[in-house]
């Protein structure tokens, strides 16, 4: 995918953009020959995303042409983990007398900002989904982007019609936009919390729970308090802030949100990555040890564990040796047809196998059922239950 | 390590070497230069093995000037997984009415050999381990080498004097020695079931449990029951054998014996493969299925895998968190304290920090305790504990 749809590149634009980044024109050049710089197709073929992380520039950042120069959304920051609450939090925000600690929600990562006039859902990888940007611009108040049309949100779709990762765990009936950052354009700058809440609150948008501020010093009890909570509901967990947003956050899951992400991957345990297993898996063993979990704790969260590995895997090889295809079963709910045949010419070009079955009529909508193929593990399964080897 | 143990490599040598392995001379001069065909230090300096699978010749096979030619010990052949036993013993062996089946015992691999005169200890890799030939020399009757000095046993070195693979299961003492396959130097081709069964008896060789031959059609079944008796025991296996070896064999393993490997694997996490774990993980998963295990059987068996993996991580880091030093401890018992040294010298040799305790005379023997240091578990962890990232 993407080879070559950069095409023919014009010099002059070569040459504006080196000056814009501050990259020589060679590199510039070389980053569009690799595709690391890539244009978008279609209607949004105006729109360059950083395929990689290049220079600071992270991986999803979107550029475009804006007057004689450019203007750049940049990417999600990569939120780092704190593997043990103490003394990761206080020695990571040293020097802050608070950290404020919200929600970390489980959905799909997306900005929504105005470029040229037009609403647009940009997805981590710095694409623009058609079904993303239909739902924002249906659930969100688009006099915010008029208001200010230089701030960028950076949230997550969540819910069951979320194509990409469909949760119930939320009460939410289709899909709903929780904010978590509101960032400037170019600089990539965030607001500061108590700015972003106020301006989140003034448009009726939808934002992570705040859980509060907390001191430095008694924050990793308060999290651990937090995030259990949160596990029994099977929610993720959460991301743990400077109020200024000065300092990068960092995150800290639940126990149910690692078991939860190990029951997909055995799932599909022939695509999904052995780092992304073991890292979970790990996560496990220093929340027990931070927690000085006693024997039935520890019990409960063993067999959770295992149960979460073996169990997807049985049910997978169960159902390739029953004579059934595996795939990941998705919903969408449009508004117009038009959005369901978009995305499944966006899913094609990204190389997602999917098919979609007919829209039903749901009030003034269509649900659309899609399931994604999950060839690999399949035809593994297949091959071993008939005899091959590994 | 290894790094330039060549030196110079005479050019006649390289052209009788490439005349006998029928390649040409410039790629057994490559061989030589990447080190693929490595020369044995010190006393052996004479033995060069493979380092790495070079046309259908096994890693670790060894090779040695031999009048004006040279002899060759064939490395341990690779031995495919069942990954189910039904249908994969059908297809593999079609053609044949049965299978041998034997028993895969959990140590350390070792082909035992005369060459040039002397008893030779090989391992897998085709170095000379010091402590295992002394072990050999003293546990195996030395004259079956006098009389059939073309033929090479293929054994396991057992017990928990084992510093490599240290295990109680077995009953064994100190170590023991047994064998599952004679081959032919040079050709690397087996005896018969049946031959090497007898020869073994006529020398008292200890060997591997056969648990009969099987008929093709019920072996799958016959084989299972087998494997869940081993695993009562903790033993680790089968595998299951042409009689006349000329197919190669097939294995099959219990699930203790997945999550014993499990258990050492999470000790260590930052150190096992990812694929090592993944694949010990898989094959629970396809044995729960093929033995069409009921919700108890599999409860037991996910709560099983569940703390096979966590028990060990947590150890870990309690231990690092309390301040220990993470390490494996292993034994040796020799005869002669210069075997000591010089397994000293041959571990620090493959790059393996280990610390030799005071040896404590047992017998006409000495004991001496080994603690192998797992360096990267050991630091990874402590710079969690300290609040640094992943």
Known sequence: MNKGENGEIDPD??????????????????????????RNWGKHDYLFRF???????????????????????MGFPKIRRAMVLDPTIKKYFSGLEKVAVEEKMNGYNVRVAKVKGEILAITRSGYICPYTTERAKEKLDLRFFDDFPELVLYGEMLGPDNPYVPKEIYGIESVEFYIFDIREKNSG???????????????????????????????????AKVVRK????????????????????????????NCSDLRHAFRFYNEAGRDYMLS????????????NENEAEFKKRYMQLGESILNPLRESIRSVKDGKRLYEEARIRVKELKTATEFGNYLKRLGIDAIFEEPQPIGNEY?????????????KTQAILEGEFW
């Not at 500061?192 to 009890?221: D, H, N």
């Open 13 to 38: 634009f070569v040459a504006r953009l080196a000056h814009y980044l501050g990259f020589d024109e060679g590199r510039v050049q070389h980053l569009f020959e690799k595709n690391y710089f890539a």
């Open 51 to 73: 395929d990689k992380e290049i220079s600071h520039i992270e991986r999803g950042t979107v550029l475009y042409e804006k007057g004689d120069s450019f203007e750049v959304i």
């Open 189 to 223: 700058n965030p607001l500061s919390i108590s700015r972003k809440r106020k301006i989140l609150e003034e448009y009726s948008f939808l934002q992570v729970e705040c859980f509060g501020e907390f001191p430095l010093q008694t924050a990793a009890e308060e999290i």
């Open 230 to 257: 949160l596990g029994e509901k099977e929610h993720e967990g959460v991301v743990i802030k400077d109020p200024e947003m000065i300092l990068a956050p960092l995150k800290y899951t639940s126990s149910q949100s």
């Open 280 to 291: 979970r898996i790990v996560r496990e063993g220093f929340q027990t040890v931070e927690w």
């Open 367 to 379: 649900l659309i059922i899609i399931k994604k193929v999950n060839k690999s593990t399949n035809d």
